[in-house]
């Protein structure tokens, strides 16, 4: 006997069709197609050892998402229930199939904040105090703390804001040259 029988997993024609569909869509992420094989492979009623051999993947990992369906079966079965279309029955399915949040710590400045920021920089800076024409990354940083835009802020990270937001330069002419008529 290889591998623990784990809880079978039950799908009806409906849902195995739909997860079917799912693994031959073109544009599905594949982490959510190896997932959508790992539920259809353990439907077949086999262990998580012959299906992670089977797909190359992890026992811990087959292990996950068997019982991550499970636990989520109910609320899926719920959908079916009510007529859910298969758009919205597929959507469902790859919330259940997606990944969980991430453990760590949260943003430290929300996007309306590096907006504002970055707004702040597209205007001109004030001449009185000294005549210049564009903000260094101190002053922005200053001058957002000033206008409670944030609490606090450094120099550096408004650079890293302001870094990130640069479009790239088209590496060939946008616009058609104009033929004359």
Request: glycine fraction near 4%.
């Amino acid at each position: 006997m290889r591998g623990v029988k784990r809880t079978p997993i039950e799908l009806t024609t409906r849902q195995r069709t739909l997860l079917e569909r799912l693994t031959r869509r073109q544009t599905c992420p594949q982490h959510l197609v190896q997932r959508a094989h790992i539920i259809l492979a353990a439907a077949d009623g086999r262990s998580d050892t012959d299906v992670a051999c089977a797909l190359a993947h992890d026992r811990g990992t087959v292990r996950l998402w068997r019982t991550r369906w499970l636990t989520a079966y109910s609320q899926l079965a719920a959908a079916e229930a009510t007529g859910e279309t298969d758009l919205a029955l597929i959507e469902c399915m790859s919330a259940i199939l997606a990944d969980a949040p991430r453990s760590g710590a949260p943003d430290t400045f929300s996007a309306e904040q590096i907006v504002e920021i970055v707004a702040l920089a597209c205007t001109p800076p004030p001449t009185s105090e000294r005549p210049t024409t564009h903000w260094s990354a101190r002053e922005l940083a200053d001058e957002a703390i000033r206008r409670t835009i944030v609490s606090t802020i450094s120099p550096r990270t408004v650079g890293r804001f302001l870094k990130s937001g640069r479009v790239a330069a088209a590496s060939q002419p946008l616009l058609a040259e104009h033929q004359g008529a």
